[in-house]
């Protein structure tokens, strides 16, 4: 079976996971795989890009997630930006649904229509008119892979009288609806279309790989590295009693993927969230300098410089 087969069988039994379950706060948190998304970020994006001078910088290596951190560093000017993510759903949601959205929508129609996805009550109907008529703005893997959802979401109406909103249930943080300030792209009318023209002219690949293993998959050197809040699930790779010294040594090996004044994004922190689980962690023994920048809602974001 070649890779979109894949995808596209693993994402139907997502689905009819999401179907039975009671209640989506049953859902775990693992991300391998093909798994949930984010159909946003929740990060406040707009705020920690602009506590640095982009102007000057050309390319990025930036997790997946729901896009949103790429579509913002393509807005800002960014030309060439790898992904990378554990979750393999990502590339066919960024690559496919979301790209063509800004192709085709409006700023108004694509917050509307994001919202139309989230929201539970949505009629199934509505959602396979909305993802019908985005598929001529798809690249043809993510054409055929939303072609098969389409056909099987039409599939559980017809055949099996189930009448629910699929996507819905694909959505890691399902019901909350657009949060425009957190993207700068989303800003204005003005800023959503200066990112759609940009979009067809830029360079973007993903591949899958976990950030622990970043310098052994991607080898070139970047700008700008940005990692989200992974490190909050570092336990997972490094046992819950990890030391600092896995982090400085992390850290040492992302530092030799950056271009000279590039900067890495290294942890976002929410306000409610232990930083970094269970760790040892606590910033002042990093071996590196590194700058604690306070955003919004009692958020903050460890950058570090090269
Ligand atoms: C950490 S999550 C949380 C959402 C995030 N705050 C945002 O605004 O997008 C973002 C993405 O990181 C991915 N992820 C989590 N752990 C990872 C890891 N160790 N390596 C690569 N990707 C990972 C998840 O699959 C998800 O798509």
Redesign the pocket.
């Known amino acids: 079976m070649g890779e979109v087969d894949i995808a596209i069988e693993e994402v139907k039994k997502l689905i009819s996971q999401n179907i039975i379950r009671d209640s989506i706060l049953e859902k775990s948190t693992n991300?391998e795989g093909y798994?949930d998304?984010?159909y946003q970020?929740?990060?406040n994006i707009t705020d920690y890009l602009s506590l640095i001078d982009i102007a000057n910088k050309e390319n990025a290596l930036c997790?997946?997630?729901?896009g949103?951190?790429a579509f913002s560093l393509i807005y800002k000017g960014i030309n060439e930006i790898d992904l990378?993510?554990?979750?393999k759903f990502?590339e066919y949601f960024i690559f496919g649904l979301k790209k063509a959205m800004i192709l085709k929508y409006s700023y108004d129609e694509y917050i509307n229509t994001l919202n139309k996805l989230i929201i539970q009550m949505t009629n199934p109907s509505e959602i396979n008119e909305i993802i019908f008529d985005l598929l001529s703005y798809m690249d043809e893997p993510y054409k055929i892979f939303w072609q098969a959802i389409l056909e099987y979401n039409w599939k559980l109406q017809k055949e099996l009288n189930i009448y629910t909103n699929f996507m819905y249930g694909l959505n890691v943080n399902a019901g909350l609806k657009i949060i425009s300030n957190f993207c700068p792209f989303l800003t204005s009318e003005v800023d959503y279309n200066s990112l759609k023209n940009k979009l067809s002219t830029v360079n973007m690949q993903f591949k899958y790989?976990?950030?622990?293993n970043l310098p052994d998959v991607f080898n070139k050197n970047y700008d700008l590295i940005l990692l989200?809040?992974?490190l909050?699930?570092a336990y997972i790779?490094w046992g819950y009693n990890w030391k600092i010294q896995n982090l400085n040594n992390y850290i040492a090996n992302l530092l030799k993927m950056l271009n000279n004044n590039g900067i890495i994004f290294l942890h976002?922190i929410f306000y409610a969230s232990k930083p970094f689980h269970q760790s040892d962690f606590f910033t002042p023994y990093l071996d590196y300098n590194y700058e604690l920048a306070n955003l919004k809602n009692k958020h903050q974001i460890i950058l570090i410089r090269k």
């Open positions: 991300f798994q998304i984010y970020t929740n990060e997790v997946a997630g729901s949103d951190q990378f993510d554990v979750n990502t790989c976990n950030a622990i989200s809040n992974i909050d699930y790779y976002y």
